[in-house]
């Protein structure tokens, strides 16, 4: 069964930036389509972004457009996301989901991680 980890989140002012990793254990990561979401408290988990297997195609929901960057290294299992020009409401709880693209587009994953916190102060 394939386990996500995700790291990197942190306590950043806003403006500044964070690098989320996700590393995905067995064989099967280049074989399926990675995304980032997120959930704020008390809201519901949202989609961020989707990379395809090979990276190939990529899609971001529009509130990140310009600032975050999905990227993956197939040789490490691992997806990034690069976050950049953060905001206070870019706090949320991120986490890193596994599927087909157009599962992870429509907002879910058959497979997830436990999360990282990032924290954005104003």
């Known amino acids: 069964q394939v386990q996500l980890v995700e790291s990197g989140g942190g306590l950043v002012q806003a403006g500044g930036s964070l690098r989320l990793s996700c590393a995905a254990s067995?064989?099967?990561?280049?074989?399926?389509?990675m995304g980032w979401f997120r959930q704020a408290p008390g809201k519901e988990r949202d989609f961020v972004a989707a990379?395809?297997?090979?990276?190939?195609?990529?899609y971001y929901v529009d509130s990140v457009k310009g600032r975050f960057t999905i990227s993956r290294d197939n040789a490490k299992n691992t997806v990034y996301l690069q976050m950049n020009s953060l905001k206070p409401e870019d706090t949320a709880v991120y986490y890193c989901?596994?599927?087909?693209?157009?599962?992870?587009?429509?907002?879910?994953?058959?497979?997830w991680g436990q999360g990282t916190q990032v924290t954005v102060s104003s």
């Open positions: 989901g596994q599927d087909q693209y157009s599962t992870l587009v429509a907002g879910t994953a058959r497979t």
């Open positions: 067995g064989r099967t990561f280049g074989r399926n389509a």
């Open positions: 990379i395809s297997r090979n990276g190939g195609s990529i």
